[in-house]
């Protein structure tokens, strides 16, 4: 190393019992943690938007006289447009740096609630609900690609689950906005409801204040002093802060070679080499399934789920909702902490089984029960089961896994192109679910869901492997055959099961 190297190993070693992590410990835990806290904050405002509509919608159907179709676009729109937020934001991220891209969404999103709030039609209420959804997309996109490049290996699932913590949290929120306010008149009470989702602006650009950049993306631009800085906040000691500039450096060589031979990324994506369209099956499809066995009809509609079973009156319908956002929040916490202890792929199974089981179970109670008290207990209980499952396992692994899977070079547009997946199914879902249920009724949609989360629990098992305690730059060598990486680096079972799939 350069003297200039030594100079700044110097500066950080202050002295002994640093060098070993002792003192610095408590206070790096702390600076990593603000930094994940203030890096989720925009998933409160997706949290909160799909709570606070599941009970708007009801007000705003009163107020306006829109229709139940428009009903269906107001509600799915959101999830759909956000792939164009999505899309840019690896780009967006790549260019303004991960730390700005993440104020950019939250001012796109503020802007739709302002005008959502204030909105004195069906049409004004739609580009509000465009913006909003413009600006979650950049947001479910970039909160967790940042927490995964600035959290240290032993802490980076739990940290990445932030932002899955924070759009349990803005759920909550919204139930608890819906009920509060829905005894103000229906033309007033929407409005409350959506505008309030405009406070968390406030703490997002105190946040700017306090989050670095990323490290991965200032070595990305050449910026290796200022990498070193942040990464000798987020790490116990000198030893770390150069292990793991060492390993960013060697990764954002290969990008660099890659950017020389003037291969781009997109095309690598599109024509991939096997290891990459491994992790894409694997990244893509965990996204996919997250969406797709009906989470987000649960917690938009859940009013109406109630209402089938035989719950009557907003004010009852409301409280119901109340009890599943306490729920889902509860056990994204348990989630936490878990996730690095037991690993990914346990609490994988865990989810995807349980939510299978809680599906049937509501698929039955409202096909067969009817609207006795037996019925309404059932439905709640699996509902509440549902959303406990997903918390626990599916949620916030997703997110994880789609963080930490991809190789630098691809990392930013390879999470985005899942965050895709998710919005457009969670979009199609959302939009669909009114029409399908009226076709099929909503028991046999249920039934149709526990269908395919029981195909998750194969997924899971044939495509996703074992991340937990490992650097990102081991995991992308869990995603190559025996020809592509040195022997010992990773379980071969893993490896072996990915292969086989190609």
Known sequence: MDAAGNEEDNSLTQSPEQEEGFDKSGSTRKYVLACAFFASLNSVLLGYDVGVMSGAIIFIK???KITEVQQEVLVGILSIISLFGSLAGGKTSDVLGRKWTIALAAIVFQAGAAIMTLAPSFAVLIIGRLLAGVGIGFGVMIAPLYIVEISPSIARGSLTSFPEIFINLGILLGYISNYAFSRLPAHINWRVMLGVGILPSVFIALALFVIPESPRWLVM?????????????????????????????VAAGSD??????????????????????????????????????????TVYYSPTIFKGAGIKGNNELLAATVAVGFTKTIFILIAII???????????????????????????????????????????LSVCGNVAFFSVGIGPVCWVLSSEIFPLRLRAQASALGAVGSRVSSGAIAMSFLSVSHAITVGGTFFVFSLISALSVAFVYKCVPETKGKSLEQIEMLFQDERERPVGEVELGDTERLVQNR
């Open 338 to 380: 878990l996730i690095d202890k037991v690993g990914r792929k346990p609490l994988l199974y865990v989810s995807t089984i349980g939510m299978t089981i809680c599906l049937l179970s509501l698929s039955l109670s409202l096909t067969f029960l009817g609207n006795g008290q037996l019925g309404i207990a059932l439905a709640i």
């Open 256 to 297: 660099n070679a890659e950017k020389n031979e003037e291969k781009a990324v997109w095309r690598e994506i599109i024509n991939p080499s096997p290891a990459v369209r491994r992790m894409l099956i694997t990244g893509c499809g965990i996204q996919c399934f997250q969406q797709i066995t009906g989470i987000d009809a």
């Open 62 to 64: 009163e107020d306006l």
């Open 221 to 249: 631009q050449g910026r290796i002093d200022e990498a070193r800085l942040v990464l000798s906040k987020t790490n116990e000691s000198v030893k770390e802060v150069e292990e793991r500039l060492a390993e960013i450096q």
